[in-house]
Protein backbone atom coordinates (compact mmCIF):
# COMPACT_ATOMS: atom_id res chain seq x y z
CA UNK A 1 0.00 0.00 0.00
CA UNK A 2 1.81 3.37 -1.32
CA UNK A 3 1.31 6.24 1.32
CA UNK A 4 3.03 9.72 1.17
CA UNK A 5 3.55 11.82 3.96
CA UNK A 6 4.24 15.26 3.79
CA UNK A 7 5.71 17.81 5.99
CA UNK A 8 3.68 20.18 8.24
CA UNK A 9 2.40 23.63 8.21
CA UNK A 10 4.38 26.85 7.42
CA UNK A 11 3.98 30.22 7.78
CA UNK A 12 6.04 32.50 5.65
CA UNK A 13 6.79 36.23 5.03
CA UNK A 14 6.28 37.91 1.65
CA UNK A 15 9.41 37.34 -0.69
CA UNK A 16 10.58 34.34 0.98
CA UNK A 17 10.82 30.76 0.10
CA UNK A 18 9.40 27.15 1.26
CA UNK A 19 10.40 23.68 0.48
CA UNK A 20 7.58 21.15 0.92
CA UNK A 21 8.28 17.53 1.17
CA UNK A 22 6.83 13.92 0.07
CA UNK A 23 8.08 11.19 1.58
CA UNK A 24 6.47 7.62 0.07
CA UNK A 25 6.30 4.50 1.48
CA UNK A 26 4.92 1.08 0.65
CA UNK A 27 6.28 1.00 -3.04
CA UNK A 28 9.49 1.19 -5.46
CA UNK A 29 10.36 5.00 -5.16
CA UNK A 30 12.41 4.40 -8.49
CA UNK A 31 9.19 3.95 -10.27
CA UNK A 32 7.44 6.58 -8.62
CA UNK A 33 6.25 10.20 -10.59
CA UNK A 34 5.13 12.51 -8.64
CA UNK A 35 2.61 15.45 -8.82
CA UNK A 36 2.49 18.65 -7.16
CA UNK A 37 -1.15 20.19 -7.11
CA UNK A 38 -2.16 23.38 -5.10
CA UNK A 39 -5.47 24.29 -3.46
CA UNK A 40 -5.64 28.10 -2.45
CA UNK A 41 -8.23 28.92 0.15
CA UNK A 42 -12.21 28.42 -1.27
CA UNK A 43 -10.92 27.67 -4.87
CA UNK A 44 -10.44 24.49 -6.70
CA UNK A 45 -7.26 22.27 -8.00
CA UNK A 46 -4.15 23.69 -9.79
CA UNK A 47 -1.55 21.93 -11.35
CA UNK A 48 1.90 23.22 -9.87
CA UNK A 49 4.33 20.48 -11.88
CA UNK A 50 5.48 17.28 -11.49
CA UNK A 51 9.03 14.98 -11.28
CA UNK A 52 9.83 11.64 -12.56
CA UNK A 53 13.20 10.63 -10.45
CA UNK A 54 14.69 7.93 -12.58
CA UNK A 55 14.47 9.68 -15.79
CA UNK A 56 15.26 12.94 -14.21
CA UNK A 57 12.49 14.70 -15.71
CA UNK A 58 10.94 18.08 -13.97
CA UNK A 59 8.05 20.07 -15.51
CA UNK A 60 5.81 22.84 -13.84
CA UNK A 61 3.06 25.26 -14.80
CA UNK A 62 4.84 28.13 -16.80
CA UNK A 63 2.94 30.75 -14.62
CA UNK A 64 5.38 29.57 -11.78
CA UNK A 65 8.48 29.64 -13.99
CA UNK A 66 11.86 30.48 -12.14
CA UNK A 67 10.18 30.58 -8.87
CA UNK A 68 9.76 26.63 -8.42
CA UNK A 69 11.97 23.47 -8.05
CA UNK A 70 10.98 20.23 -8.10
CA UNK A 71 13.44 17.60 -6.74
CA UNK A 72 13.93 13.87 -5.00
CA UNK A 73 15.79 11.96 -2.92
CA UNK A 74 16.01 8.55 -3.76
CA UNK A 75 17.54 7.24 -0.83
CA UNK A 76 14.95 8.79 1.35
CA UNK A 77 11.91 7.98 -0.66
CA UNK A 78 11.57 11.55 -0.71
CA UNK A 79 10.06 13.98 -3.22
CA UNK A 80 10.36 17.67 -2.62
CA UNK A 81 8.62 21.24 -4.07
CA UNK A 82 10.23 24.62 -3.57
CA UNK A 83 8.81 27.59 -4.18
CA UNK A 84 10.41 31.31 -4.11
CA UNK A 85 9.59 34.93 -3.90
CA UNK A 86 6.25 33.99 -2.16
CA UNK A 87 3.01 36.10 -1.92
CA UNK A 88 0.03 36.56 -0.47
CA UNK A 89 -1.42 34.53 -3.71
CA UNK A 90 0.59 31.59 -3.14
CA UNK A 91 -1.26 31.02 0.36
CA UNK A 92 -2.52 27.43 0.17
CA UNK A 93 -2.47 23.60 0.52
CA UNK A 94 0.11 21.89 -1.00
CA UNK A 95 -0.52 18.14 -2.32
CA UNK A 96 1.96 15.85 -3.63
CA UNK A 97 0.35 12.58 -5.20
CA UNK A 98 1.47 9.64 -7.56
CA UNK A 99 1.20 10.39 -10.95
CA UNK A 100 0.32 6.72 -12.47
CA UNK A 101 0.66 5.82 -15.59
CA UNK A 102 -1.37 2.43 -16.69
CA UNK A 103 -1.29 0.63 -19.95
CA UNK A 104 -4.49 -0.78 -20.94
CA UNK A 105 -6.55 -1.78 -24.53
CA UNK A 106 -6.73 2.18 -24.57
CA UNK A 107 -3.11 2.76 -24.90
CA UNK A 108 -1.52 4.68 -21.49
CA UNK A 109 -3.80 6.39 -18.82
CA UNK A 110 -2.95 8.88 -16.14
CA UNK A 111 -4.21 9.90 -13.02
CA UNK A 112 -3.09 11.06 -9.93
CA UNK A 113 -4.50 7.73 -7.40
CA UNK A 114 -2.28 8.46 -4.05
CA UNK A 115 -2.58 11.51 -2.05
CA UNK A 116 -0.53 13.44 0.44
CA UNK A 117 -2.37 14.59 3.46
CA UNK A 118 -1.63 18.19 2.24
CA UNK A 119 0.58 20.81 3.59
CA UNK A 120 -0.71 24.12 4.64
CA UNK A 121 1.33 26.90 3.24
CA UNK A 122 0.04 30.46 4.88
CA UNK A 123 2.13 33.68 3.53
CA UNK A 124 1.80 36.63 5.46
CA UNK A 125 3.76 39.36 6.74
CA UNK B 1 -4.09 25.12 -23.60
CA UNK B 2 -7.02 22.72 -23.24
CA UNK B 3 -9.90 23.73 -20.71
CA UNK B 4 -11.92 22.37 -18.80
CA UNK B 5 -15.38 23.71 -17.76
CA UNK B 6 -17.69 21.80 -15.50
CA UNK B 7 -21.13 22.21 -15.16
CA UNK B 8 -23.07 22.87 -13.06
CA UNK B 9 -21.22 24.66 -10.48
CA UNK B 10 -23.49 23.04 -7.59
CA UNK B 11 -26.01 20.26 -7.69
CA UNK B 12 -28.32 20.09 -5.07
CA UNK B 13 -29.98 16.38 -4.81
CA UNK B 14 -31.11 13.95 -2.35
CA UNK B 15 -30.17 11.19 -1.21
CA UNK B 16 -31.47 8.11 -3.18
CA UNK B 17 -31.68 10.29 -6.38
CA UNK B 18 -29.31 10.14 -9.75
CA UNK B 19 -26.59 12.39 -9.96
CA UNK B 20 -25.08 13.53 -13.39
CA UNK B 21 -22.25 15.58 -13.59
CA UNK B 22 -20.59 17.33 -16.64
CA UNK B 23 -16.95 18.29 -17.77
CA UNK B 24 -16.90 20.39 -20.93
CA UNK B 25 -13.29 20.89 -22.76
CA UNK B 26 -12.13 23.37 -25.42
CA UNK B 27 -11.02 21.01 -27.93
CA UNK B 28 -11.16 16.88 -27.98
CA UNK B 29 -9.56 15.05 -24.95
CA UNK B 30 -7.90 11.36 -25.35
CA UNK B 31 -10.70 9.55 -23.29
CA UNK B 32 -7.38 7.62 -21.71
CA UNK B 33 -5.98 10.86 -20.31
CA UNK B 34 -9.67 11.84 -18.80
CA UNK B 35 -10.19 11.36 -14.82
CA UNK B 36 -12.56 12.47 -12.12
CA UNK B 37 -11.93 13.18 -8.48
CA UNK B 38 -13.81 13.74 -4.93
CA UNK B 39 -12.85 16.03 -2.10
CA UNK B 40 -14.63 16.37 0.99
CA UNK B 41 -13.81 19.42 2.93
CA UNK B 42 -10.59 19.06 4.89
CA UNK B 43 -9.20 15.71 2.73
CA UNK B 44 -6.81 15.36 -0.31
CA UNK B 45 -8.78 14.85 -3.11
CA UNK B 46 -9.53 10.77 -4.19
CA UNK B 47 -9.27 9.21 -7.55
CA UNK B 48 -12.98 7.58 -8.70
CA UNK B 49 -12.51 7.55 -12.19
CA UNK B 50 -9.50 7.22 -15.03
CA UNK B 51 -9.76 6.60 -18.48
CA UNK B 52 -13.15 8.04 -18.58
CA UNK B 53 -14.91 5.19 -17.35
CA UNK B 54 -12.22 2.82 -15.51
CA UNK B 55 -13.18 2.98 -11.57
CA UNK B 56 -10.33 3.16 -9.47
CA UNK B 57 -9.42 0.41 -6.70
CA UNK B 58 -12.29 0.65 -4.00
CA UNK B 59 -14.40 2.90 -5.61
CA UNK B 60 -18.26 2.16 -5.33
CA UNK B 61 -20.07 0.69 -8.66
CA UNK B 62 -23.04 3.52 -8.13
CA UNK B 63 -20.15 5.95 -9.93
CA UNK B 64 -19.90 5.70 -13.26
CA UNK B 65 -17.83 7.62 -16.11
CA UNK B 66 -18.83 8.38 -19.90
CA UNK B 67 -18.31 10.42 -22.35
CA UNK B 68 -15.35 11.00 -25.51
CA UNK B 69 -14.35 13.85 -27.24
CA UNK B 70 -15.38 17.20 -25.07
CA UNK B 71 -17.82 16.01 -23.37
CA UNK B 72 -17.60 14.02 -20.25
CA UNK B 73 -20.09 12.33 -17.71
CA UNK B 74 -19.58 11.31 -14.27
CA UNK B 75 -23.31 9.39 -13.03
CA UNK B 76 -23.21 8.77 -9.43
CA UNK B 77 -27.04 5.99 -9.54
CA UNK B 78 -28.01 6.42 -6.25
CA UNK B 79 -26.61 9.09 -3.78
CA UNK B 80 -25.80 8.24 -0.50
CA UNK B 81 -24.94 10.56 2.34
CA UNK B 82 -21.04 10.17 1.98
CA UNK B 83 -21.26 11.18 -1.19
CA UNK B 84 -21.88 14.53 -1.13
CA UNK B 85 -18.78 16.84 -1.65
CA UNK B 86 -16.82 18.35 -4.65
CA UNK B 87 -15.95 17.01 -7.68
CA UNK B 88 -13.37 17.74 -10.22
CA UNK B 89 -12.52 16.38 -13.67
CA UNK B 90 -8.53 16.41 -14.87
CA UNK B 91 -7.32 15.77 -18.12
CA UNK B 92 -3.49 14.83 -19.07
CA UNK B 93 -2.13 17.12 -21.03
CA UNK B 94 1.40 15.72 -21.76
CA UNK B 95 5.07 15.53 -20.47
CA UNK B 96 3.84 15.30 -16.76
CA UNK B 97 1.08 18.65 -16.84
CA UNK B 98 -2.41 18.19 -16.31
CA UNK B 99 -5.54 20.76 -15.89
CA UNK B 100 -8.64 20.49 -13.52
CA UNK B 101 -11.94 22.04 -14.25
CA UNK B 102 -12.99 23.87 -11.61
CA UNK B 103 -15.14 21.80 -9.56
CA UNK B 104 -18.79 20.87 -8.65
CA UNK B 105 -20.02 20.95 -5.57
CA UNK B 106 -22.61 18.04 -5.25
CA UNK B 107 -25.14 19.40 -1.90
CA UNK B 108 -27.69 17.69 -0.20
CA UNK B 109 -31.07 19.25 -0.83
Known amino acids: QVQLVQSGAEVKKPGSSVKVSCKASGGTFSSFAFAWVRQAPGHGLEWVGG????????NFAQKFHGRVAITSDEPTNTAYMELSSLTSEDTAVYYC??????????????????WGQGTTVTVSS | EIVLTQSPGTLSLSPGERATLSCRASQSVRSSYLAWYQQKPGQAPRLLIYAASSRATGIPDRFSGSGSGTDFTLTISSLEPEDFAVYYC??????????FGQGTKLEIK
Open chain 1, 51 to 58: IIPFLDTV
Open chain 1, 97 to 114: ARNREWTGEGGAYYAMDV
Open chain 2, 90 to 99: QQFAGSLSYT
